[in-house]
């Protein structure tokens, strides 16, 4: 019996069970379609809302799709058109949507923690669910990344997971260090030295000393962008030397296992942190990423509202 999840603000605390009934309930999902019948539609009658303050693509669309899909309304409130650009708090702006019979938020914040300062100000009845704060965390990304891997690999024993580029900016990597190595994988981090910590307290991590050593007989490389918008100065290289120094080319990823798989939260800089003939190649499993989102953050919010075993 899984203890009840009132918000999903990061993977450090999800424990196994969960965890194992949010990826049974997503293959479920996968294998519907997504397409349920009028009972099993368990959000019908509910609002989500999805706040975001920085850009996306998949991990919105996939939200708003998968709260559309289990019967919800959903509303979408960008910053600069809702009365935040007259200097409303955020909390303020959760308070009036819940008053409304808003009980879903979907947030992304540029600044770290804020969304659990904001679950831990929320009305009792509000979900809150973190989709990337600051350098933070991103728990759906990683949880729609470990289900990918465990669709391909089966297990998680044993796997060696390279996690490439910029580390220390990156919120997908801390999530998915934090998932991966509590399923029983064997992480490796590797990227340009400057953006990757000294230090990791993350059990079963690894910083290798250089790509070569994290790509080696690895079963899986993760691929993760330069996070130019965060401190950018801090870190000045070209596309073009960072291509050559850190790209993922087909010549690098055949020092991992034949049958390894690549993988990417996007968005893509083609020709900087990867080659399109590895992106698009059959070791590629970018856009099947993309397609479990959709699962993956349906079983998210079924378990927020209460349904896990
Ligand atoms: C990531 C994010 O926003 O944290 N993208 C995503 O959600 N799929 C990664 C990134 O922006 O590089």
Sequence with gaps: MSAPLKHLLSTRDLDLETISWIFSRAERLKRMRAVLSTDERVLYGETTATL???ASTRTRVSFELAAIRLGACVVHLAPKDSSIAKGESLHDTIANLFALGCRYFVVRHSISEEVKRLADKARYGAHLINAGDGTNEHPSQALLDAFTIRERKKTFQGLKIAILGDILRSRVARSNLYLLTKLGAQCFVAGPPDLVPEKLNVISTTIAQNMDEALT??????????????????FEISDSEYFQKFGLTRERLALAKPDAIVMHPGPLHRGVEIDSEVADGPQSVILKQVENGLFLRMAIFEALRGELG
């Design 217 to 234: 007989d690895a079963d899986v490389v993760m691929v993760l962008r330069l996070q130019k918008e965060r401190d950018g100065k801090k």
């Design 52 to 54: 975001f303050w920085e």
